[in-house]
């Protein structure tokens, strides 16, 4: 109740901003395709709409992006905007949904599931040909050291903030089938609005693994806590979670050690575990 939208349905940039100029939150709505078989051969968004949200952004200090997408894009502009929604392409629901979390009906609880790289340069180079061999092997992604992401994988935020307690070791109820080692990680609702979070754990292999980095094994939601609530979540670790594949006997070795990173993604980590593996695991 109350709300005028003052709509730009074009890829107009001087009608974009006037709009913004009269509004007091811009809206910019932009998203791009893809196709089966081939790369998509850049990650910027259609229509050259990158100058156009940085022309909104210039003249309303409270600019959203929504971006509808089909996997990850470049974001010269995000610096100077408000927010940034990626909203992948969630069908015809999407404006409903997106309305919802603009208004605080309910809080965003998604995650990045890929890494949204700072530059064109810090993904894996695009290649037109249909023969593909895939020699970088694990090095994709939040696994590659050498890319930096402006929002990293396993990222995003809503509207209260939490703090992760502890993080330990803990005996496997009997219930966990399969289970070789359990960690705990407790986390608590810091913020005034309640909420939820989803705890992430990266497992660190020793360097005989040939692993580039340590790489998601398990991820756990608080469900919704209300403000100072918290709860305990366990991850189980299995036999081949603490295992990699040696080629050259074309089997499965077990490590002795290795450890656990817990955290909101693969660049918040807030707790690290170091792990002994029971020697009863594996060959």
Excluded at 32 to 56: C, H, K, Q, W
Aim: glycine share 10%.
């Amino acid at each position: 109740a109350g709300i005028e939208v003052l709509a730009s349905p074009s890829s107009d940039e001087a009608a974009a901003v006037a709009a913004a100029e009269a509004a007091d939150v811009a809206i910019v709505v932009a998203g791009t395709t893809s196709g089966e078989s081939l790369d998509r051969p850049n990650l910027t968004l259609d229509d050259g709409v990158d100058g156009l949200i940085s022309a909104v952004a210039h003249r309303n200090g409270k600019t959203v992006v929504l971006a509808e997408v089909p996997g990850a894009f470049v974001m010269p502009w995000r610096d100077s905007v408000q927010a940034i929604l990626a909203l992948f392409l969630g069908g015809q629901e999407t404006g409903s949904a997106w309305a919802d979390v603009l208004f605080g009906d309910h809080a965003p609880t998604g995650r990045l599931p890929i890494m949204l790289p700072a530059t064109e340069e810090d993904t894996i180079t695009p290649d037109p040909s249909l023969d593909i061999v895939y020699a970088e092997g694990l090095a994709t992604s939040y696994r590659n050291k050498n890319f930096t992401a402006a929002f990293p994988f396993g990222h995003g935020l809503t509207y209260t903030t939490f703090e992760f307690l502890s993080a330990a070791t803990v005996t496997c109820p009997s219930s966990a089938a399969g289970a070789l080692l359990c960690i705990q990680a407790s986390v608590r609702n810091t913020g005034d609005a309640a909420g939820q979070t989803i705890a992430q754990l990266y497992l660190e292999l020793p360097p005989e693994a040939g692993q580039p980095s340590a790489i998601l094994k398990g991820f756990e939601s608080t469900g919704e806590l209300a403000p100072g609530g918290s709860v305990a979540m366990t991850f189980f670790l299995s036999e081949r979670d603490l295992s990699y594949f040696d080629p050259e006997s074309s089997s499965w070795t077990s490590v002795e050690s290795a450890t656990a990173h817990i955290g909101e993604s693969s660049a918040d980590i807030r707790h690290s575990v170091g792990l002994v593996v029971p020697r009863s695991a594996g060959k």
